[in-house]
């Protein structure tokens, strides 16, 4: 049975239908609810005036982003980014060029596992990087790579702590080619 109110008075208590409970008002008064009620809007407006200002935090971190692909993609280096399990997290595209590997053939490998790196030098690489995630320490190394089309090639490796709200949790390493160097 649902009781009807049809006067204004601020101390009236709301009652759901049968015991009802799934509205929120039971038990309340109107003057209760009508203070609920502005409270709320007063939340909606504060919320509705943060959409710009996360709109334009939205566009600065596209804008970031976008010169971090620029940045990223221009580099003759080859760029990876590793999470502290030794997994592969992101390549920059010039791996194409160099080793002939997209960077999706590569992202999700581990250390041990990635195809680019000669097998006489794994050991070292995960020695290395295991030292980065656990000292926090940077690294520089000579390793041999070896391309999609088996060419082998040499690279100058340093890699370095990824460190975010001040823990490491993974690491970076830049390689450069120094093949014509090794040979000459």
């Not at 391309?147 to 100058?156: A, I, L, P, Y």
Request: proline share 3%; charged share 25%.
């Amino acid at each position: 049975m649902m009781r009807t109110i049809r006067h204004k008075r601020s101390d009236t208590v709301l009652r759901g239908v049968d015991g009802d409970t799934s509205m929120g008002y039971e038990n309340k008064t109107i003057g209760q609810l009508i203070s609920e009620l502005k409270e709320n809007r007063q939340w909606l407006v504060e919320l509705e005036s943060l959409i710009p200002r996360l709109q334009q935090a939205q566009e600065a971190l596209s804008d970031f982003e976008e010169k971090y692909r620029i940045y990223f993609s221009l580099s003759n280096d080859v760029m990876l980014s590793f999470d502290n399990h030794l997994c592969v997290v992101s390549v920059s595209p010039n791996v194409e060029r160099l080793l002939g590997y997209t960077p999706e053939e590569l992202i999700g490998s581990t250390l041990p596992e990635l195809v680019v790196l000669d097998p006489k030098d794994q050991e070292e690489a995960c020695d290395h990087a295991l030292h980065v995630l656990s000292r926090g320490v940077s690294y520089s190394s000579i390793y041999q790579f070896i391309s999609k089309d088996g060419v082998r090639k040499f690279g100058e490796v340093t890699g370095i702590p990824f460190v975010k709200e001040g823990r490491i949790v993974g690491f970076i390493t830049v390689a450069k080619d120094i093949t014509e160097r090794v040979n000459a």
